[in-house]
């Protein structure tokens, strides 16, 4: 402590307590015993707080990293399809392409519900199989 901080504080004891400490006080031991822990503390929260905002900034990093090598992959694979087509189109007249151009999408095959239902059934069939069969092992135990 310093000596204008240590006379403050001699001050601001007599003023509210009516109490005349010296610098000598062994109240100046604790006063000192608890700067020393809190610097200590202070010390140690601020290596972990830079322990994990190293890591933070190395997984951030990391994330960057793979987001922009996923975007540069999925742009290669854009632009082949694109070289693909180009190259497929480019040999086409104009009456060629308009028919290709227009050419219908097929629809996608429509599900059959009664297929779908006996899939269902057969499939909660074998679940209740399996938990009947679960309890009865549970039983002979």
């Known amino acids: 402590m310093?000596?204008?901080s240590t006379g403050d504080l001699i001050t601001a004891v007599?003023?509210?307590?009516?109490?005349k400490i010296t610098r000598d006080d062994p109240a100046f031991i604790l006063v000192e015993l608890n700067?020393?822990?809190l610097e200590n503390e202070a010390a140690a929260i601020a290596d972990k707080l830079s322990?994990?905002?190293?890591?933070?900034?190395k997984t951030a990093t990391n994330n960057i990293n793979l987001w922009i090598d996923t975007a540069n992959q999925a742009t290669g694979i854009f632009q082949k399809k694109i070289s693909e087509l180009e190259a497929k189109v480019s040999g086409l007249s104009l009456p060629d392409f308009l028919a290709l151009a227009?050419?219908?999408?097929?629809e996608p095959a429509?599900?059959?519900?009664?297929?779908d239902f006996y899939g269902l059934m057969v499939f909660t069939a074998g679940v209740l199989f399996g938990v009947?069969?679960?309890l009865v092992i549970q039983n002979f135990k």
Not at 110 to 115: L, P
């Open 2 to 4: 310093t000596e204008k």
């Open 14 to 19: 007599f003023a509210k307590t009516g109490y």
């Open 35 to 37: 700067r020393l822990m």
């Open 51 to 57: 322990q994990v905002t190293d890591d933070f900034d």
């Open 102 to 106: 227009e050419k219908p999408v097929p």
């Open 110 to 115: 429509s599900h059959n519900r009664t297929t």
């Open 132 to 134: 009947i069969i679960c």
